[in-house]
């Protein structure tokens, strides 16, 4: 009679073994969650590109540091004097505290929202929206300086010198500043017009000064297919253009903004005109830094607004869902700016200093970025495995879990299986994915798809697995995504069997 330990290997090398992997490889572990048993492996002990996964690393040394209920709070403080008119004889300054989520997420229970397809992937992919006022963190501070009496002030300055600013280290796309508003994008929303050769309709949202918006997307019939791209003109101009099918569900597409603090400052700006507070100095003047007081001089100002974020555990929660890149990006930033540092490099020794004193062995990874998107990221199975139990056992344990996304049911593992898969809902766990284009070949090349949590079995254990596949070439994005599938069908093997 055959083993578990065969027949879990049987059932998974008859996944991984196929024809279409024949220049690719599979590192695999499988474990006890509790005792460490190993159930199964695969290269567990050799170094594979972890694409997203690496998000559980940074978030893991976060959750240890701040702990799940640790609140973000970002206060407006005023430079001079209010006179009997409420006029300030002065500034305004927001201190940004580096909260990822300061509007664009919270409902009105104060929990942080995600969908599934986040809409910050609206390069590749149309985003889906939360339905949340986008600014609804910057009209609260704003309403908060209006019922505090001031009606009038000279200029708001943005304080976003908490760490250095950085371009994230994948793709490039996102910059990692201590402010951040609507993700630091605008949501450009593309709706067909009334007939095939009418022009398309577009709505920026946030709608802002900030930016010039220029379509020329046209309505095609029911026989064409929706193709909508946005080029960056200039910093603050960008061009809509394409075509986008008559009956089509709205299209969403970004423009990413490179300069947070100008983009906050104008933002807030018009809010508290909005709200009856009169601001002499345009929207759209560039942030003075020379303006800014000292660190210590903040003690002597009065604060006259703050924005408190929900939990930590909340913003863990969008970072591990969605794998929002740039929220995982700020992570080691965060742990810098906590130790009195400043720099991505200095926060990334500090992860590894905290995962060590978690009794993480991190002698096996190496790491260049919070996210996932560094040459430099690299991972074995077993390691994997390490850091699971360590969490495992960790006061943030549950937060940290549940974070992840929940295998056929939400998040980037939403449809990696059928609704009738007997593995459904039973693993938490991260996603990755990592493609270069093979200009060529004409092919994708997957460095890195992968998927490491938690699952508990169809007899009561709980396992923690660890699963990648690394230099996997297709022509077809389609097949790109079907890796999830395939890996999403060795969970099911491994439920099945355990």
Known sequence: MATLSQTLAEKISAIVDAEAYRNSFWGIAVADAETGEMLYERNAEKLFIPASTTKIWSSAAALHTFGPDYRFI?????????DSEGVLHGNLILRASGD??????????GHLLYTNMDHTYADTFSGILTGVDPLEGVDDLASQVAASGICKIEDVLVDDRLFNG????????????PVVVNDNVIDVVVTPGESSGAPANIFPNPQTAYAQFDSSVVTVDSSGQTAV?????????????????????????VARIEQAQDFARTLLVERL?????????????PVDRQLLPAEKDYENLPEIARRVSPPFAEAIRVVLKVSHNQHAGMLPLLLAAHAGKRTLQEGLVIQGETLKQMGVDVEDVSFGSGEGGSLADHVTPRAVIGLLRVM?????????????PRL??????HDAVGEDSPARGKVYAKTGTAVWWNSLGQKMFVLGKALAGYMDTSSGRRLAIGIFLNNYQTPEMALVMEQGRVI???????????
């Open 74 to 82: 970002t206060p407006i403080y005023r430079q001079g004097d209010v």
């Open 100 to 109: 990822p989520n300061l509007s664009g997420r919270t409902d009105p229970q």
């Open 166 to 177: 950085e371009v994230e280290p994948g793709n490039g796309m996102a910059y990692l500043s």
């Open 229 to 253: 791209q946005l080029e960056r003109i200039s910093p603050h101009q960008f061009h809509v253009h394409g075509q986008i099918k008559a009956g089509d569900p709205p299209y969403v597409c």
């Open 273 to 285: 005109r909005l709200h009856g507070v009169a601001v002499e100095q345009s929207s759209l003047k």
């Open 392 to 404: 495992l056992r960790h006061p943030a344990a549950e937060a940290f879990r549940t974070a992840m």
């Open 408 to 413: 056929g049911v939400d998040g980037t593992l």
């Open 488 to 498: 999403g069908r060795v969970c099911e093997a491994i439920y099945t069997v355990s």
